[in-house]
C-alpha cells in the first residue's frame, strides 16, 4: 500500500494513464455518484455547523464510492470511483454554504437587526444550484493553466488520488482500510446516538455529559472535551500543526479574554454569546489580514495567471468552451433572477458576478498553493465592497457574500477533482459532468437538511449548532450596516490587533521558521469554533502525530479511513434523527 501511495506522491505533477477500454463514465458510476451526492449533501452540514469548517470531503467521498460501488459490483475501478468522488464533493462544497443560510436565521433572530426576511427551502435550491452551476463553468477553463500547466500542489486532490489507488488496489490491504472506516463510523454513531445531543434512545436520555470542563468558567465558555469522535477524527485529518494553532486561539479567547473583558465591564455577563459578539473582532482580524497578506506575498503569482488566462488551452478532453460560455451566460441569468425573487435588484446581482470572477482565481491560487481554501475570507471582502454599492442594506449584503462564496466554494472543489483526475488519467469532461449533475443534488439535499438541523439543535446559541462562519457574516452585516457606532466596545482596536498579528504571522509563516510559527488561519478558527471541538481536535490531532512517530506505516495506512469513518458516523446519524423525527418515526422528549 505505500509504495502504491509513494507513486501516487510522486506522479502528482505528472499526468496519470488510464488503460485503454477501461470503464468510466458508466451508468453504475453515475447513478452511484448522485446517491453519494445525496448522502454527503445531507450529512456535510451537520458537520459545518458544527465544526465551523468542513473537512477534506473528497477523501471521504472517495470511500463512500468505493464502498457503494463495492456493495453491489465487483469489477469497479478507480476512474468509475472518480466520478463518484467528484460529486460527493460538489454535493459537499455546495452544502458547506448552509452557513449562508444559518446567517439569514441568525439576523432574523437578532432583535435589533432588523431583518424579516426568510430564506424558503426551494428559493435557497435555487439559488445554490444557479451560483454553484456559474461557479464551475466559469472555472472549466482553468483547469489548464493551474493544473496542467503551473501543476499546482493541490494537496486534498492529491490526497484524493491516492485514496483511489490504494483502494483499487484490491489487495487485503484496501479491504483493511474500509473495515476501519466502517468500524469508525459505528462507533461514531453509537456514541452520538448516546450523548445527550440527540436525546432519544428508545425514548429515553442516557445522561452522558457533553463535556469535561475544564473549570467553571471554562464550563460557561464550552472549553472542555467533546464527546465526539467527529471532533477527534477532524483532528487526526487536519494534523498537529494546525490543531496546535486552533488550540492556542481557544486559549487566548476563552480562556484569557472573557475574565479579562467582564472584569473591564466591556462585556455584561460571562456567556458565550456575548462574548463571540467581541472576540469575533480580532478573530477576523487574524483570518483577514493573514489571507490577503497571502495573497500579496504572491502577487507576481497572480499577475502571471492574469497574463496568461488568455492561452489556457482547452483540448479535446475538456468540457467544450462554447459550452462553457453559453453555460455560463445562461446560469448567470438565471441567478439574476433568483435574486430579483430575493429582492436584489438586477445590477447588484451582475456586479456581484464580475467582482466575484477576480476573487475566484484568486482563491484557486491560494487553495492550489496552501490547501486553504478562502471562501469565507472572499465573502467577507464581497460584503466590504457592497456596504460601499449598497450601504445600510443587510439583504444585498447577505446575498451578494453568497454569490461569491458559492462560485468560490464550486471553483476550488471542481479544481480540486481536476488534480485527482489528471492524476490517474480520467478525463476532464465526465469531471465537469459530474460536478454539474451534483450540484442541484447537493442544493436539494442541504436545502431540505438543513431546516430539520436547525429545528431540531438549534442555530447560533450556545447550545446549539453554532456555526461561527455565519455569526461572521452576521457580525460584518450588521456592522456595515449600522457604522462603527454598533461595535462593541474597545472591538476596533481588537480588530487592529488582530490584523497586525494576521499579518506577521503569514510573513514567519512564508519564511524557514514555518514549522514552529502558529498557523494564522488556525490560530483565527481556534477563536470562533467551540473550544470543546478545539480540544477535542486539538487530542485527534497529537494522537494522529503519536502514531505517526510510533509506526508510521499503520498510521499512513489506517488513519484517513478511521477518521474519516469518524467524521461520517456522527454526521449521517446526526442528520438522520431529524429527518426521521420530522416522519414522525421517532418522537424528541423534552
Known amino acids: 500500500?505505500?509504495?502504491?501511495?509513494?507513486?501516487?506522491?510522486?506522479?502528482?505533477?505528472?499526468?496519470?494513464?488510464?488503460?485503454?477500454?477501461?470503464?468510466?463514465?458508466?451508468?453504475?458510476?453515475?447513478?452511484?455518484?448522485?446517491?453519494?451526492?445525496?448522502?454527503i449533501g445531507g450529512s456535510y452540514p451537520y458537520v459545518v455547523l458544527k465544526l465551523g469548517f468542513g473537512p477534506n470531503i473528497s477523501v471521504v467521498s472517495a470511500f463512500f464510492g468505493y464502498l457503494a460501488l463495492g456493495i453491489a459490483f465487483r469489477n469497479f475501478n478507480r476512474w468509475e470511483n472518480n466520478i463518484v468522488q467528484t460529486a460527493g464533493t460538489s454535493a459537499g462544497q455546495t452544502a458547506f454554504l448552509c452557513v449562508l443560510m444559518a446567517a439569514f436565521d441568525m439576523l432574523r433572530m437578532d432583535p435589533n437587526a432588523g431583518f424579516t426576511f426568510v430564506l424558503q427551502p426551494h428559493m435557497a435550491f435555487l439559488w445554490l444550484t444557479t451560483a454553484g452551476i456559474l461557479g464551475v463553468l466559469l472555472s472549466v477553463p482553468m483547469r489548464q493553466h493551474f493544473v496542467v500547466d503551473e501543476k499546482?500542489?493541490?494537496?486534498?486532490g492529491v490526497a484524493a488520488g491516492e485514496t483511489l489507488i490504494v483502494l483499487d488496489s484490491r489487495g487485503p490491504e484496501s479491504?483493511?482500510?474500509?473495515?476501519?472506516?466502517?468500524?469508525?463510523?459505528?462507533?461514531?454513531?453509537?456514541?452520538?446516538?448516546?450523548?445527550?445531543?440527540?436525546?432519544?434512545?428508545?425514548?429515553?436520555?442516557?445522561?452522558?455529559?457533553?463535556?469535561?470542563?475544564?473549570?467553571?468558567?471554562?464550563?460557561?465558555?464550552?472549553?472542555?472535551?467533546?464527546?465526539?469522535?467527529?471532533?477527534?477524527?477532524?483532528?487526526?485529518?487536519v494534523g498537529f500543526r494546525v490543531t496546535v494553532s486552533m488550540l492556542l486561539g481557544c486559549i487566548i479567547a476563552w480562556v484569557i479574554i472573557p475574565p479579562w473583558l467582564l472584569a473591564n465591564g466591556w462585556v455584561p455577563h460571562m456567556v458565550r454569546r456575548e462574548m463571540l459578539l467581541w472576540i469575533m473582532w480580532p478573530a477576523t482580524g487574524v483570518l483577514v489580514a493573514g489571507g490577503l497578506t497571502a495573497l500579496?506575498?504572491?502577487?507576481?503569482?497572480?499577475?502571471?495567471?492574469?497574463?496568461?488566462?488568455?492561452?489556457?488551452?482547452?483540448?479535446?478532453?475538456?468540457?467544450?468552451?462554447?459550452w462553457v460560455i453559453w453555460g455560463s451566460l445562461a446560469s448567470a441569468a438565471a441567478l439574476v433572477g433568483v435574486q430579483v425573487m430575493l429582492g436584489m435588484s438586477p445590477w447588484l446581482t451582475i456586479a456581484a458576478i464580475v467582482?466575484?470572477?477576480?476573487?475566484?482565481?484568486?482563491?484557486?491560487?491560494?487553495?492550489?498553493?496552501?490547501?486553504?481554501?478562502?471562501?469565507?475570507?472572499?465573502?467577507?471582502?464581497?460584503?466590504?465592497?457592497?456596504?460601499?454599492?449598497?450601504?445600510?442594506?443587510?439583504?444585498?449584503?447577505?446575498?451578494?457574500?453568497?454569490?461569491t462564496g458559492s462560485v468560490a466554494s464550486a471553483s476550488e472543489?471542481?479544481?480540486?477533482?481536476?488534480?485527482?483526475?489528471?492524476?490517474?488519467?480520467s478525463t476532464p469532461r465526465y469531471l465537469t459532468y459530474a460536478q454539474l449533475l451534483a450540484v442541484p443534488v447537493g442544493a436539494a439535499a442541504v436545502s431540505f437538511v438543513y431546516p430539520l438541523l436547525r429545528d431540531n439543535y438549534g442555530i447560533g446559541g450556545d447550545n446549539g449548532l453554532q456555526s461561527p462562519i455565519s455569526q461572521r457574516f452576521v457580525g460584518f452585516g450588521i456592522i456595515l450596516s449600522k457604522g462603527v457606532s454598533a461595535l462593541p466596545h474597545g472591538?476596533?482596536?481588537?480588530?487592529?490587533?488582530?490584523?497586525?498579528?494576521?499579518?506577521?504571522?503569514t510573513l514567519l509563516e512564508?519564511?524557514?521558521?514555518?514549522?514552529?510559527?502558529?498557523?494564522?488561519?488556525?490560530?483565527?478558527?481556534?477563536?470562533?469554533?467551540?473550544?470543546?471541538?478545539?480540544?477535542?481536535?486539538?487530542?485527534?490531532?497529537?494522537?494522529?502525530?503519536?502514531?505517526?512517530?510510533?509506526?508510521?506505516?499503520?498510521?499512513?495506512?489506517?488513519?484517513?479511513?478511521l477518521s474519516s469513518g469518524f467524521i461520517a458516523g456522527e454526521a449521517l446519524i446526526a442528520t438522520l434523527i431529524p429527518i426521521l423525527v420530522a416522519l414522525k418515526v421517532l418522537h424528541l422528549q423534552d
Open 491 to 505: 472591538a476596533v482596536a481588537a480588530l487592529l490587533v488582530g490584523t497586525a498579528i494576521g499579518v506577521v504571522l
Open 296 to 322: 500579496v506575498l504572491r502577487w507576481k503569482v497572480l499577475v502571471k495567471t492574469f497574463r496568461n488566462l488568455s492561452v489556457a488551452s482547452v483540448d479535446g478532453g475538456d468540457f467544450p468552451i462554447r
Open 152 to 156: 499546482l500542489t493541490f494537496a486534498d
Open 175 to 237: 479491504r483493511s482500510a474500509a473495515r476501519s472506516m466502517a468500524l469508525g463510523g459505528v462507533l461514531s454513531a453509537i456514541l452520538f446516538a448516546i450523548r445527550e445531543d440527540a436525546r432519544l434512545i428508545a425514548k429515553a436520555w442516557y445522561r452522558v455529559p457533553e463535556m469535561l470542563a475544564l473549570s467553571a468558567n471554562g464550563a460557561k465558555m464550552n472549553v472542555g472535551i467533546s464527546w465526539s469522535l467527529l471532533s477527534l477524527g477532524s483532528g487526526m485529518l
Open 355 to 403: 467582482l466575484s470572477l477576480p476573487l475566484m482565481l484568486v482563491g484557486i491560487r491560494v487553495l492550489g498553493e496552501t490547501n486553504w481554501g478562502p471562501i469565507s475570507t472572499l465573502s467577507n471582502m464581497m460584503q466590504g465592497i457592497f456596504g460601499i454599492l449598497a450601504p445600510g442594506q443587510l439583504l444585498p449584503n447577505i446575498v451578494s457574500s453568497g454569490v
Open 510 to 561: 512564508s519564511g524557514p521558521m514555518r514549522k514552529w510559527v502558529p498557523s494564522p488561519a488556525g490560530l483565527g478558527i481556534g477563536m470562533l469554533v467551540p473550544g470543546s471541538a478545539v480540544c477535542t481536535m486539538f487530542l485527534g490531532g497529537l494522537i494522529a502525530e503519536l502514531w505517526r512517530m510510533a509506526n508510521k506505516r499503520s498510521q499512513a495506512q489506517f488513519v484517513v479511513p
Open 1 to 39: 500500500m505505500l509504495r502504491h501511495m509513494h507513486e501516487a506522491a510522486h506522479n502528482a505533477d505528472a499526468p496519470g494513464e488510464r488503460p485503454a477500454g477501461a470503464r468510466e463514465l458508466t451508468v453504475r458510476s453515475l447513478i452511484t455518484a448522485m446517491v453519494v451526492a445525496a448522502v
Open 413 to 425: 472543489g471542481l479544481m480540486q477533482d481536476y488534480k485527482t483526475g489528471y492524476m490517474i488519467g
